[in-house]
C-alpha cells in the first residue's frame, strides 16, 4: 500500500474543557496504604484531536451538560464550541476512538452522529452486558450515552477491536483494560516523535510514576501491567487524562476561544 507523504504524521491537539477540585484519596485507591497525609488535588478533564491535511480523529468528547451537572463538575468550554474552534468538521463524519465509557469520554457522541465509533470489544460488551448496572461501577456512566453506543452498533458504525487496531496510517489504537475492561491508549506519529494519549490508563504522571493506581479500577493486576505496557512503548510523550500538569508539558494553543484551554504536540502536517 502506498502512503501519501506526511499522511502518517499528525498534530495532536490536547483540549481541557472541565475542571474540578478533589482530594489524594478520592482519587488513589486505598490511599491510607501510602502512610501519606490527605490533602487537596484537582483533575482537569480533556478530550484530544489528532488531524494532518488527510484526515481528522477525534479522540473521546468530553463530559455532557447532564453528566457534569450530575457529578457536580465544572465546564470550562462546551465541548461542541471547542471542537468548532479548532476547526473540526463535525458534519463529515470523522472517525471517533472512545477509549473507554465513562460518562466524560463519551457525553458528547451525539456531535458526531455520522462517524465511525473505534472501541475495544472489551468495552462495549462488558457495558451492554449484565454486570454494567451494579453500583460500584455504574456511577460513572449515563445510560442514555452507552444507548449511543448501542444505536451505533445498529447503525453499522460500531467498529470493535479486540487488542489493537490501527485507524490509519500513523495511529494505534491498543487496549490495556485495568480501569475499565476495555480502557485503551492511542498512540500517535508526530513531527516531535511518538506520543502516547494514556487517558484513564494513567489519569496523573504521579499514579504512573509511582505505580499509585486510580480508585476507579475494574482490574487491579491489569492496572499494574498496563503501566509497565506503557513504559514499554517508549512513548516520546506521555499525555496523562485528567493531570492539571498536563497542558503546561506541551505547546500552548492560541486559537480564539480556547486561549489557555489547548495545547499542542508536532507541527501541523
Request: aromatic share 10%; proline share 6%.
Amino acid at each position: 500500500m502506498t502512503v501519501a507523504p506526511g499522511s502518517d504524521q499528525y498534530q495532536v491537539t490536547i483540549v481541557k474543557y472541565g475542571t474540578r477540585q478533589t482530594v489524594r484519596s478520592d482519587v488513589y485507591l486505598n490511599y491510607h496504604l501510602y502512610g501519606e497525609p490527605d490533602g487537596p488535588i484537582g483533575m482537569d478533564y480533556f478530550f484530544w484531536v489528532v488531524r494532518n491535511a488527510h484526515r481528522t480523529i477525534v479522540v473521546d468528547t468530553g463530559f455532557s451538560a447532564t453528566g457534569g451537572a450530575n457529578r457536580k463538575r465544572t465546564t470550562l468550554i462546551e465541548p461542541a464550541a471547542a471542537f468548532d474552534a479548532l476547526g473540526v468538521d463535525r458534519a463529515a463524519g470523522p472517525p471517533v476512538v472512545v477509549t473507554h465509557a465513562h460518562y466524560d469520554h463519551i457525553g458528547n457522541l451525539d456531535l458526531f452522529p455520522g462517524s465511525a465509533l473505534i472501541v475495544a470489544a472489551a468495552e462495549y460488551d462488558f457495558w451492554t452486558g449484565p454486570y454494567a448496572t451494579r453500583t460500584l461501577v455504574h456511577h460513572s456512566v449515563e445510560d442514555e450515552e452507552i444507548d449511543h453506543l448501542r444505536q451505533a452498533a445498529r447503525d453499522d458504525r460500531l467498529r470493535t477491536f479486540d487488542d489493537e487496531v490501527s485507524p490509519a496510517p500513523g495511529v494505534r489504537v491498543i487496549r490495556v483494560g485495568g480501569h475499565t475492561p476495555g480502557q485503551s491508549v492511542v498512540l500517535v506519529n508526530t513531527s516531535e516523535g511518538a506520543v502516547l494519549l494514556a487517558s484513564d490508563s494513567v489519569h496523573y504522571y504521579e499514579e504512573y510514576e509511582r505505580n499509585m493506581p486510580f480508585t476507579q479500577v475494574a482490574n487491579l493486576i491489569d492496572m499494574y501491567a498496563g503501566f509497565d505496557r506503557i513504559r514499554a512503548m517508549r512513548a516520546d510523550h506521555l499525555v496523562a487524562g485528567h493531570d492539571p500538569d498536563t497542558l503546561g508539558r506541551f505547546t500552548p494553543c492560541d486559537l480564539a476561544g480556547i486561549t489557555g484551554l489547548a495545547a499542542t504536540i508536532g507541527e501541523e502536517p
